[in-house]
């Protein structure tokens, strides 16, 4: 049997996501990248809500408590969740996930079902 060339390439989501990475980072696409530049937001805020399993990040000055600042990357940018997510026992360390975002009430939220 002959090798045969694979030549697709990966693929690259422009639709907005956020990841949660295996190493405890929330990584925002280039699509949601997009919209956060378009709204200038530099930092958010982590918020959880138990019931509906949804994590929410709400747009903040950088002295705003538990205020976390956007990290570019060359794809889109990160912010720390390491902490967050052991306080809520959210599992990130086996493999990176990716979650369509909405919007609420100036809230970008991600469902984790």
């Known amino acids: 049997m002959a090798f045969e060339t694979f030549t697709a390439g990966r693929r690259i989501s422009k639709e907005p996501k956020v990841s949660i990475m295996k190493h ?15 709204k200038s937001i530099t930092h958010m805020q982590l918020l959880f809500d138990k019931e509906t399993n949804r994590i929410a990040f709400k747009p903040c000055n950088k002295e705003a408590a538990g205020a976390y600042a956007l990290r570019n990357t060359r794809s889109g940018a990160q912010i720390s969740g390491t902490a967050f997510l052991g306080a809520y026992n959210i599992p ?15 809230l970008l939220i991600i469902s984790l079902h």
């Open 24 to 38: 405890g980072n929330f990584n925002f696409n280039s699509g949601c990248m997009k919209q956060l530049k378009e």
């Open 92 to 106: 990130y360390a086996e493999a990176t996930r990716s979650f369509p975002i909405t919007w609420q009430d100036n």
